[in-house]
């Protein structure tokens, strides 16, 4: 079992910068691709960016440029840092842990924190 917890939502103000972490504890040495993913209203929860265990990074066409994502191994933490924040960004914002066996995979969410970018 893997336990999320995010943290660094808020309101912002547009062109703003908030930096997102999520704390992983239980099984994360069984961790393989952490990620965020983000709802609004209304709509279907998205991938923002992820990571995985082979180095690789994803971000969604709409992130590129402005969000960066990290690992910190040593800590188990994942950050979201999100620059140039627009109205569109605003969501709850999900971490999300897969964790892949030989025989199967497990996918594991945060309860969420909410970003509101607003003037």
């Known amino acids: 079992q893997v336990q999320l917890v995010e943290s660094g939502g808020g309101l912002v103000q547009p062109g703003g910068s908030l930096r997102l972490s999520c704390a992983a504890s239980?099984?994360?040495?069984?961790?393989?691709?952490l990620g965020w993913y983000r709802q609004a209203p209304g709509k279907q929860r998205e991938l923002v960016a992820e990571?995985?265990?082979?180095?690789?990074?994803n971000y969604a066409h709409s992130g590129m440029g402005r969000f960066t994502i990290s690992r910190d191994i040593a800590q188990n933490k994942l950050h979201l840092q999100m620059n140039d924040l627009k109205p569109e960004d605003t969501g709850t914002y999900y971490c999300?842990?897969?964790?892949?066996?030989?025989?199967?995979?497990?996918?594991?969410w945060g309860p969420g924190t909410q970003v509101t970018v607003s003037a």
């Open positions: 990571t995985d265990g082979d180095g690789r990074t």
């Open positions: 239980g099984s994360t040495a069984s961790i393989y691709a």
């Open positions: 999300h842990a897969r964790v892949i066996t030989v025989v199967t995979s497990y996918e594991f």
